[in-house]
């Protein structure tokens, strides 16, 4: 791992309940992403950041949003969780961004449940 | 129709056999293109990174990249059982917006 750290790892809340996951990284790369892993779907990206305070939408937006106050962390809340939220959140760096030489690089993941 | 075409497998090979993974894509302006592996319970890790057409070697792992039929390939020599993960295909072109395509995995297991 290029230096990031997710949190929690795993989680159980109830829909309609607020949620927030953590993404640390010690790379200081400048571009941050968060994506979701589901059967059949592969890899989609939710949001990303492209230096702080900047961030745009992804594929699957909707019911998501995004912080990123330093250049280290990136939260990623889902504002009311719902059962179709249940799934596995990887956050990922990158030093430039997208039509250049730099690989992403992931955390761990979070393995998200919503009862 | 998606982006990117992967064959979830599985695929069971046993130890020493040679391993293709494939992908296939329907966006002509994808223009580098990556194979990422993914352990159980773990993110994705990096493996091959190839920019346009033709191979490129890294120890026992080939990237083949053939942008006229739209076709990657990942080949694995002398298959080791620690080879066992899900191999992803991932592509991305010179102007996205900060995004990559990626397959949906492709689960091998190797056999001792």
């Known amino acids: 791992d290029a230096g990031i750290t997710q949190s929690p790892r795993h989680k159980v809340t109830e829909t309609g309940t607020p949620v927030t996951l953590r993404c640390h990284q010690t790379e200081n790369h400048r571009y941050m992403y968060w994506y979701r892993q589901d059967p059949g779907h592969g890899l989609r990206l939710i949001h990303y950041?492209?230096?702080?305070?900047?961030?745009d939408k992804g594929e699957v937006s909707d019911g998501y949003s995004v912080s990123r106050s330093k250049t280290e962390d990136f939260l990623l809340t889902l504002e009311s969780a719902t059962s179709s939220q249940t799934s596995v959140y990887f956050c990922?760096?990158?030093?430039?961004?997208?039509?250049?030489?730099?690989?992403?690089?992931f955390g761990n993941g979070t393995r998200l449940t919503v009862t | 129709q998606k982006e990117v075409e992967q064959d979830p497998g599985p695929l069971s090979v046993p130890e020493g056999a040679i391993v293709s993974l494939n992908c296939t894509y329907s966006?002509?302006?994808?223009?580098?293109f990556m194979w990422y592996r993914q352990y159980s319970r773990k993110g994705p890790e990096l493996l091959m990174y190839t920019y346009s057409s033709g191979n490129k070697e890294d120890g026992r792992f080939t990237a083949q990249v053939d942008k006229s039929s739209k076709y990657i390939s990942l080949f694995i020599r002398d298959s080791q059982p620690s080879d066992s993960a899900t191999y992803l295909c991932?592509?991305?072109?010179?102007?996205?917006?900060?995004?990559?395509?990626f397959g949906t995995g492709t689960r091998l297991t190797v056999i001792p």
């Open positions: 990922a760096s990158r030093v430039r961004g997208q039509g250049t030489n730099s690989p992403l690089h």
């Open positions: 966006n002509s302006a994808f223009q580098y």
């Open positions: 950041s492209y230096g702080v305070k900047d961030t």
């Open positions: 991932a592509m991305g072109d010179q102007t996205g917006a900060n995004n990559l395509f």
